[in-house]
C-alpha cells in the first residue's frame, strides 16, 4: 500500500497538484494539520474517495480542536497520526515518538515544523512530510512524503516540489 503524507498545506493547494505528478498513484491519503479542512481537497486532487483519507488538526485550525490524533491500522502496521503542536515537535520528535510508543504504533506521522524528518528509532519510524506550501529548511523546496506498506514492514521516503532525492 502507498501512503501519501501531507502536513501544513496552510490553504495552498497549487504545491499539491504539483507533488502529486512526482508521487504517482497512492491508496491512501493521512494530513498531519494546518488546515484540517485541505485534507478532502487534496484526496480529491490524489483521486482519492473521502473514506481513503484520515486528518488531524493542528494549531492553525482553530476554531475546530479535534481530532488532534488518530491511530489507525492500514496493511497490519499500527499508525499515529498527530499535528505536532501539543508535542513540542519544533524541538525535536521525542514526544511524538513517547506517544507512538504508549499507543504501541510503529509508525508516527506528524508536521508542524515545517521541517522534513525521516527516522527510525527503537521500532518506531517517526515521519515528519515537510510542508508544500510554506518550507522552512533552508535550500530545500516545498515537499510531502510517501509510506510504502508491505510484508517487509514500513518505509518512507520525501518528495520534494523540484525532484531532487535527499535532505
Known amino acids: 500500500m ?16 504539483l507533488l502529486r505528478g512526482r508521487l504517482g498513484a497512492v491508496d491512501f491519503l493521512l494530513h498531519a494539520g494546518d488546515f484540517h479542512a485541505d485534507a478532502r481537497a487534496c ?6 474517495p473521502p473514506d481513503r483519507v484520515a486528518a488531524v488538526v ?8 479535534e481530532p488532534a490524533e488518530q491511530v489507525l491500522e492500514l496493511e497490519g502496521v499500527r499508525i499515529v497520526l498527530v499535528h505536532g503542536h501539543r508535542h513540542d515537535a519544533k524541538k525535536g520528535p521525542l514526544r511524538v515518538y513517547l506517544r507512538a510508543r504508549e499507543l504501541g504504533c510503529r509508525v508516527a506521522v506528524f ?8 527516522e527510525e528509532h527503537e521500532g518506531v519510524l517517526l515521519l515528519n512530510p515537510g510542508s508544500p ?7 530545500k523546496p516545498g515537499s510531502c ?11 518512507a521516503r520525501h518528495v520534494w516540489l523540484d525532484g531532487s532525492r535527499s535532505l
Open 58 to 65: 493542528g494549531n492553525c485550525d482553530f476554531p475546530d480542536q
Open 111 to 118: 508536521g508542524h515544523s515545517h521541517v522534513p524528518l525521516l
Open 133 to 139: 506550501s510554506f518550507p522552512r529548511l533552508p535550500g
Open 145 to 155: 512524503a510517501v509510506l510504502e506498506l508491505g510484508p517487509d514492514g514500513p518505509a
Open 43 to 48: 484526496a480529491a486532487i490524489f483521486g482519492l
Open 2 to 17: 502507498r501512503v501519501a503524507v501531507l502536513s501544513d498545506t496552510h490553504g495552498r493547494l497549487g504545491p499539491v497538484r
